[in-house]
């Protein structure tokens, strides 16, 4: 079964410091990859996804993600991180296994971004 | 482009009554919508995928006498909470994904979620 893992439930970086939130898939195929972000109390929007064309995606509001499948990673990071990037992200894949399966996203845990001034 | 909506966006009701959760797509036809629960800071857990004009498909361990799902239209599903009760209090989001096909790999759009109490 597919699997998505994201190393760090909570991340805390200053304002304009880098962000970076890992996220490591498991697949024998690589599948689909996706961001999302969710501020308190709302559904989640996305940020950037992967669907086997370049490996470097970049997303909205300055994200931008790498897909690496030698280390079946899709880590996202932000050069300079703001007060407004503090939410939860999820990083999420979509398999490619048959049966019911197929087309269903797989989310990661989350982690919750926290930016200090 | 690509918004979808929930109606209500948040519910307080009595327990052993039932609750309707309405989930739109307003600007584009969904084949598929998906039906997520999500409890305080966890994951989204798929409880159901909707196909329009087609039983739903409940996850495993879902009861899908207890969480009944709709999807009469292209654009709206629903999802009806019955006989609720306080364990069944949680955030409830709905995804909507476009067209058939290599897009079943596509992205989901997601809606706004309701937030259910259950007293």
Redesign the interface.
């Known amino acids: 079964a597919q699997s998505v893992t994201q190393l760090g439930s909570h991340v805390s970086v200053s304002e304009g410091a880098l962000v970076l939130l890992r996220c490591n898939y498991s697949s024998s195929v690589p599948?689909?990859l996706?961001w999302?972000v969710q501020y308190p109390?709302?559904?989640?929007?996305?940020l950037l996804?992967y669907?086997s064309a370049a490996t470097l995606v970049k997303g909205i509001n300055g994200f931008e993600a790498e897909f690496k499948k030698s280390e079946t990673s899709f880590h996202l990071t932000k050069p300079s991180a703001h007060m407004s990037d503090a939410a939860e992200y999820?990083c999420a894949a979509?398999s490619?296994a048959g049966g019911?399966s197929?087309?269903?996203?797989t989310?990661?845990?989350?982690t919750i971004l926290t930016v200090h001034p | 482009g690509a918004v979808v909506s929930q109606h209500p966006s948040w519910v307080i009701c009595k327990s052993g009554t039932s609750v309707k959760i309405e989930c739109r797509s307003l600007d584009f036809q969904a084949t598929t919508m998906f039906w997520y629960r999500q409890f305080p800071k966890q994951s989204l857990m798929l409880m159901a995928t909707s196909n329009e004009g087609s039983k739903a498909t409940y996850e495993q361990g879902v009861e899908k006498d207890k969480f009944l799902i709709n999807h009469a239209s292209l654009t709206l599903s629903t999802l009806t909470v019955t006989s609720a009760h306080p364990e069944d209090s949680s955030f409830y989001i709905c995804s909507a994904r476009i067209g058939k096909g290599l897009s079943l790999l596509g992205e989901q759009y997601f809606g706004p979620g309701t937030r259910l109490t259950v007293t």
């Open positions: 599948p689909y996706f999302y109390n709302q559904g989640l929007q996305l996804k669907t999820f979509t490619y019911t197929y087309g269903k996203l989310f990661g845990q989350g």
